[in-house]
């Protein structure tokens, strides 16, 4: 397993280059979640628009993983519906705990199935879910979702 | 006995084919202080520590994940052996830190909430509550609540035994009420041998509102145990006694109650965040597990689950029923002798102290001793438990899976040998 | 580097003949995690399992008599390590234990005194009162001492840092006061690598009548240390960091503070007397030892012991020095790299942070790790160092005995390539 | 080694027949000790006689090595000096920690040398040092002995 199955280019081209970072002017939800053994950090917000579509903010620190993971969730979710959102999250949950088997649908996870080989990885994957967790708790905070439909531990 | 192989489980046990005292061949006896450890426990231990040691959860390098995945592997494994999940499992470094850890909970919980740190209520105690414990409790579920109580001005009540070795459980009425904050029990006597009705008292202890705490320390390695079924808050136990390595030590709660307790040993590996003015902690198990872990005696405690889960449970237990019954009869009818504990193998475990009349406890593991028998003498840390039945001290058998009816036969052969001796008429 | 000879060593390590990541062969840098065990301590276990496994202290049959030996044997020899009687060792099962052992005392006498039991004043504590630890401590340097100033309304307060790593002695005049009940300090930062003169802040607390206690986790393994001359009450360090089992801690006290604590864990083997209505303890070191101990894990310490003094401490040292200060010259130089701790080799350890430019440190430990490369990255359980530092974490490299300056040079290629890959200007 | 080696005839016939048990009517100092153990008692007093010689009065529970060890101290110190005594407790801790190797001098030590074969088992050594440490403590709170010169750990 090469380096670059971990570190594939959309991954470094997201890190490098942030889609969307940035808070809200008006955000309905926030969560702000740690990872304890490295200290990267992601601020997730989330609000509505007009139409129902998720809005995005963030804004973290932290490596190359967890910030792109960020970037690219931004990227995905932004203008859904929080039903169509979730389902998304739940398949980036999913290829995470693939161990590297999953034949990620492109579909579904556009530039996020670049994550593929974060899987491989055990310790780096907490990094990718980083930014996914906060969504999470972000949507359960503003109301968007409750605990019990949002349970995926 | 069908199932239990005696002497091809032995043959897995390097230390019984030693010989002790001149050349006798080594009975041992004395399981429920610590049992033996079969070449699979040794060899996982060993081969961790060959192939992947590293600090578990602490690092990213494929050693560190190699090392928290044997971890992580090791407390599923032993979750799934009493029939809790993973994050239901605290690694202690033995039954006594399992226990000290619940007993912590509270006293910890009366001082944080009277400088302003919030706690869960159920944890704060204060005069007039009450702690209830048994009269057979070890040392290790009686002392710890004994500090609890002199730290927060709680009391500390005890159930009565019968002259049978048996909780009088009719006591409970009045001993279960709405001061009743914690419930710790002992699910199998180590001196006595009984097996308490600890659902039952689970229960009650739940109807008014307590904690309810068991110290399955000589129940899990021996029967099959759905700490589930126990109904029980926590429930701890050592690694030791079921064939695993020293220093490691299990406590299972419910994630009810391990989010609700406030953590016990603090330090690296337990937080969220960490500030100089101050820290939040991480979701349990993590909360309770401080500092480097046991990585190699967690893999080796899962060595020990995979043993006995190919044994089975079942078959253990019954191996054991046997034996007992077996033993009771024998001792039963020894002259001299007096069975400190149930005198029937029902609700019973195969731990049996005894006295013989006119040889003090001492002297009689003494010669069992010298005869190549390891059996445990003095008051088991069970001493209240002792003054109870007025008994300076037993001797003790505690026969595990490598036993079998010959070493019983070689006790009664033993007492005969120490009435002989110290010229006691039998 | 006279005196080691690494080839020799690793012959020694099984672990380091593996390779990982496709075939790489392993250079373990993180020893400051935990070290890697030498077959000398892996076969004392064993072969401690395999003839004389029984619980020690707890029997009087051959086996318990041999267990109880080989485990007061292997403190005397930890003892003897660091210049102390086996009276003064207590065993844990980490360092973290062993600070909270010692911080405990304090929330625990002020808790018992409050409810009349008759306590060292010294350990009482209450609002006013402060204790003073260092802006570098790891986790368990801090967070039990932060949980006993929420526990009693004490203060807490720290050294700040120079922007070289050192502590602002000058700092000192203004934190140290009459209301200073407790100093506890790491002798060798895990994180910044800097040594502290612990002797001269031990010497002003105990001016104004404060306990000091000593992290001594980073120094004995990688040093000769004589505790007594670190004129502290109380040193606490890791057995896995000095190539002993995990599960095995030790605290170092004088007689007279380990008289004057009361007990933390209680249970068996710790007590004088037991009866339902109160006990009384046993003297040091077993009050603070309850349960079944950690036998094994303890005569593995004394091998890893036997192991270093072979070697010689000061060898040992002096071979760590020579690859702090190659590392320190090459890392120094390297464009775009930051070391984050002093960057002159006296009075400082072989633990070497760093970050790099432009990369993130576990981004730059994963590049590391992908040629074979073990190294830490994080907070390394000092996140108020980082946050002192204005870095979110580091990468760090931990020598030890088995590597030598080849190991530093693949480092510093490891970093080119992570600057290559990322395409970092250096 | 045999077990007739630790379980000497002298050893059995004082557990038998334990020589001037009993408590003084007058005890100057009284100490009363345990094996935690194994819950081994003896409640050890002392007190002097006009000569100046040692009263000796004694009670216990325990095994052979513990009681029989009682007995024998009875025997060999009451009467004499303390400071006499104590060179016999002396000689007797001294046995104890031989580890079986010693070659006890029976005229200092009388009966208590049939305890040599104790020294070989070392959970049994605490079980004869019992009444032996209880004296010392006795000595010391009747002021008979001053803590200092009365180490021996
Ligand atoms: C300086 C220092 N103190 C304390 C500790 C805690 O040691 P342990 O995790 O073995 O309890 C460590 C290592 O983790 C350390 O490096
Ligand atoms: C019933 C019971 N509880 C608690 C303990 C304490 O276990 P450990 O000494 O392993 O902590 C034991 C055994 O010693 C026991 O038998």
Redesign the pocket.
Known sequence: MSIESLYQDIILDHYKNPRGRGLLAAPLGVAFHVNPTCGDEVNMQVATAADGGLLIGYEGTGCSISQASASVLYELVRGLPVAEAEKIRMAFLELMHSQGHAEPDEEVLGDAIAFVGVAKYPARIKCALLPWMALQDAEIKGGLMTEANGDQK | MAGIEVARIKADFPILGRTVRDNKPLIYLDSGATSQKPVEVLDAERAFYETSNA?AH?GAHQLAEEATGAYESARARVGEFVGAASENIVFTKNATESLNLAAYAFSNSTALARWGTRVDPRFQLKPGDSVLVTQMEHHANLIPWQEVCAKTGATLRWIPLTDDGRLEMSALEELIDSSTKVVSVVHQSNILGTINPVAEIMARAHAVGAVGVVDACQSIPHMPVDVRALGADLVAWSGHKMLGPTGIGVLYGTGEILNAMPPFLT???MIATVEMEGSTYAPPPQKFE????MVAQAVGLAAAVDYLEALGMQQVAAHEHALTEYALLLLGHLPGVKIIGPGQAEDRGSAISFVVEGIHPHDVGQILDNMGIAVRVGHHCAWPTCRRFAVPATTRISPYIYNDLSDIDAVVEGICEAQRFFKVAS
Request: proline letters at 0%.
């Open positions: 600090a602490r330090g690296g590996s401080a500092g480097v872990s």
